[in-house]
């Protein structure tokens, strides 16, 4: 988010919704922007003016936030695991997105890596930056060894569960900014993996500067799910410059944010998804079931 593009009525239409939850998926601050490379001073500046200015954080009606990372408040456009202020980095995310572990979440300090347990359903937010290997080392990496495998253990034995990331899971249909698009080796190690536990999971990204929806077919993990793509709620929207054959839904050239409401029932998950542009107005929406 783009803090001096501010998009106030967006913030005051997506908290006038009474969500249960807000979930920030990455690019929540542009630290390495007006300037292309930051420096710890300049992280600290930048998301403290972000918090200055953003509606969210004037709102009178309190909603819990949960956050991730994607590159810009990492630090730097595309950065990665040879990023020189990842640490630095880390310990600002942590203060300005303070949070102690209790019965319903948990951060395994695995970078900004966190678990949240809340109304029965189950949300892993993934760290898609600090452990990113370069493309084309050995070995190749877009979350890292040990988050992959907490990611894997923790979804072991649970009915459903979400798994989010700054940047899109099934973005091969663009060359860059996805893990299938980037890593396509690893990704398909990843969705084998997926795909050997009985857990059912939804994918939830952004990143993208626009919304759509993704149908993943049965093959790709056993069973039909989705992946739920919204961005960018306060910065510069782009067009569709790449064909996506997996887009069930989609608009572009607009700020908005989704609304996922969530309910089990004898026939699996059901999702309603509504996207809204800064107006209120919806965008699209659709009725999602993984069974």
Not at 26 to 53: C, H, K, M
Not at 54 to 66: C, D, E, I
Not at 175 to 183: A, C, E, I, L, V
């Amino acid at each position: 988010m783009v803090d001096f593009l501010e998009k106030g009525d967006i913030w005051r239409h997506m908290v006038g919704l009474n969500p249960d939850i807000i979930f920030l998926i990455g690019d929540n601050v542009y630290a390495d922007f007006p300037v292309e490379q930051t420096s710890p001073s300049i992280l600290w500046e930048r998301n403290f003016q972000t918090r200055e200015r953003l509606g969210l954080f004037r709102s009178k009606q309190l909603v819990p936030v949960v956050a991730t990372w994607d590159d810009h408040d990492f630090g730097l456009n595309n950065a990665g695991s040879e990023y020189p202020y990842k640490q630095q980095s880390l310990t600002v995310f942590k203060t300005f997105f303070a949070s102690d572990d209790s019965d319903n979440f948990s951060m395994p300090n695995i970078g900004v890596a966190s678990e949240l347990d809340i109304y029965g359903f189950n949300f892993f937010l993934l760290d898609n930056r600090t452990f990113r290997t370069p493309i084309g080392a050995t070995p190749e990496w877009h979350f890292g060894k040990a988050q992959s495998q907490w990611l894997l253990d923790n979804l072991t034995g649970k009915e459903h569960a979400f798994i989010i990331s700054g940047d899109q899971f099934f973005g091969g249909y663009a060359p860059k900014d996805s893990f299938q698009g980037q890593r396509p080796q690893r990704f398909a190690e990843f969705l084998q993996a997926i795909k050997a536990i009985d857990t059912k999971v939804v994918f939830l990204s952004g990143d993208r500067h626009f919304t759509e929806i993704m149908e993943i077919p049965a093959d790709r993990v056993g069973y039909t799910t989705y992946e739920l793509t919204s961005s960018p709620i306060q910065s510069l929207p782009r067009p569709f410059l790449f064909p996506n054959p997996l887009r069930i839904e989609g608009q572009d050239m607009t700020n908005n944010f989704m609304l996922v409401e969530v309910s089990e029932g004898s026939k699996g998950l059901h999702l309603y998804a509504t996207s809204y542009d800064e107006k209120g107005k919806i965008l699209f929406k659709r009725k999602l079931n993984i069974e």
